[in-house]
């Protein structure tokens, strides 16, 4: 059957005539259709990094929106009440830091009115004995 088919099409097969009104610019391109071409752009200025600060610049920005996309996606999370909110988390915080030195501050003036209570008891003791003893 194949060999039936490739005699049928190479019977009736006829090479297709060429254009003769092609001009010479498209003779060229179907010759060489792709055609590299190299041209020397302005000179990199004496300041310019060596093209360095395109890409200091591109990685600044690079940084920035990957910075700032985790601050926004924290703060919808804590606004949704997914996590917890900064200002939240931060007042606790705080607030956990002024109770605990409040306890310390209280503690220590608690420790020396017990001090300072005690001398004073001893003091006195020692003045009625020795205002009793002059008596």
């Known amino acids: 059957m194949g ?3 490739s005699r049928s099409v190479a019977g009736n ?7 003769r009104a092609t001009n010479t610019t498209t003779q060229l391109l179907l010759a060489d259709p792709v055609t ?7 000179p990199i200025g004496g300041h310019s990094g060596l093209g360095m ?8 920005l690079v940084l920035t929106g990957f910075v700032g ?15 917890d909110n900064f200002s939240y988390c931060a007042s606790l915080a705080v607030g956990l830091g002024v109770q605990a ?6 503690e220590t003036i608690e420790r020396d009115r017990r ?3 005690g001398t004073m008891a001893t003091a ?3 003045r009625r004995g020795s205002v009793s003893a002059a008596q």
Do not use: C, E, K, R
């Not at 600060?53 to 600044?60: E, G, I, Q, R, V």
């Open 3 to 5: 060999a039936q088919v």
């Open 13 to 19: 097969w006829q090479p297709t005539p060429p254009n």
């Open 36 to 42: 590299v071409t190299t041209n020397l752009g302005h």
């Open 124 to 126: 006195q003791g020692h």
């Open 115 to 117: 001090v300072h209570a």
């Open 101 to 106: 030195i409040n306890a310390a501050f209280i």
């Open 69 to 83: 996309g985790n601050i926004i996606n924290y703060d919808v999370d804590g606004g949704l009440g997914y996590t």
């Open 53 to 60: 600060s395109a890409f200091y610049f591109t990685l600044l």
